[in-house]
């Protein structure tokens, strides 16, 4: 296990039942609203949220002397559990955070009290090499995960084909337009709060282009996801899907078919993001699922 620190920060009393929140690839902990983390902890709940390695205020690696895999990320679930004090918790996970939940679940059953999986994709589905073949134009093999909107897909390529930004505006222009995608078109988009989240992200990254390393890492091993598991998931489990997911759509389904007994959830208007329209109806979802 690489020796890289972790940031992370909790909110709440340290006797009531406790949420840890796993955010997506390449994203920090604070992606997780500030709103949304305090009507957790007004539900009474202590509520923990960190940046992955190579995000954030989370430690750098040079990965060409030390890389490291997605299970090594998935690896730092347990870390911060254990920095904590935690022999289990809730899971709550975002994205590639909602794969990591899993496979904690898969793996470590003992240490998840329930599994909360939003904007996710189902473990050992292939979902990266999905996205691979639709930004590539490669035809998908008969019963893949379905793949992301045309517009997601003409996004990335145009991202993949650009120059990188050369200052600290272009950077977070870029970022904006990413968010706006991510966003999806069923709710409105607030820009200038979108500024100011981006402008957060940006300034509070030790190294913002060690994010990178999350690619090199899926490279690495990219099979680390197991398959036909989810079966073994013993949690209780809630997964949530907005109903305009530009990155993941339909994928919520089919985790909820092969967890037994999971719920599934859809957030009107919600894309593959968390903004403030949904943060009630979320909020009081993942609480009523962590109650008792």
């Known amino acids: 296990m690489h020796d890289v620190s972790i940031w ?9 039942a406790p949420i840890l929140l796993i955010m997506g690839s ?9 709103e949304f983390v305090g009507r957790l902890v007004a539900g009474g709940r202590r509520v923990i949220r960190y940046d992955h390695r190579d995000t954030g205020m989370s430690g750098t690696v040079d990965f ?20 904590h ?38 473990l050992g589905g292939g979902e990266g090499r999905v996205l691979m073949r639709a930004l590539t134009g490669q035809p998908q093999p008969e019963g893949s995960l379905p793949e992301p909107t045309p517009e997601f897909v003409a996004f990335y390529r145009a991202l993949m084909a650009a120059p990188p930004p050369e200052d600290r505006r272009a950077r977070i ?3 904006i337009a990413e968010q706006r995608v991510l ?10 709060a979108a500024r100011r989240l981006q402008e957060r ?3 509070r990254a030790r190294d913002l282009s060690a994010v990178a390393n999350h690619r090199l890492a899926a490279a690495a091993k990219p099979d680390f996801e197991p398959v036909g598991v989810l079966h073994r998931v013993k949690a209780p489990t809630l997964v949530v899907e907005g109903s305009h997911e530009p990155a993941k ?3 919520g389904a089919i985790i909820a078919e092969r967890i037994p007994g999971a719920r599934l959830m859809t957030v009107a208007g919600m894309g593959h993001t968390l903004p403030p329209e949904v943060h009630e109806e979320l909020a009081a979802a993942v609480l009523a699922h962590t109650a008792g």
């Open 249 to 251: 759509p339909g994928h």
């Open 201 to 203: 992200i940006h300034d």
């Open 85 to 122: 004090g935690l022999e289990s918790a809730h899971l709550v996970g975002h994205s590639a955070g909602g794969l990591l939940g899993q496979f904690v679940a898969v793996e470590r059953p003992e240490r998840v009290r329930s599994l909360t999986v939003i904007g996710s994709s189902p």
């Open 8 to 16: 992370s920060e909790e909110f709440g009393a340290v006797k009531d």
């Open 64 to 83: 060409a002397a030390e890389p490291y895999t997605w299970e090594d990320i998935k690896d730092d679930v347990y870390r911060v559990l254990d920095a």
């Open 173 to 175: 222009d870029g970022m």
């Open 183 to 192: 966003h999806g078109t069923g709710l409105p988009f607030d820009e200038d």
């Open 26 to 34: 390449m994203s920090q902990g604070v992606l997780w609203p500030d």
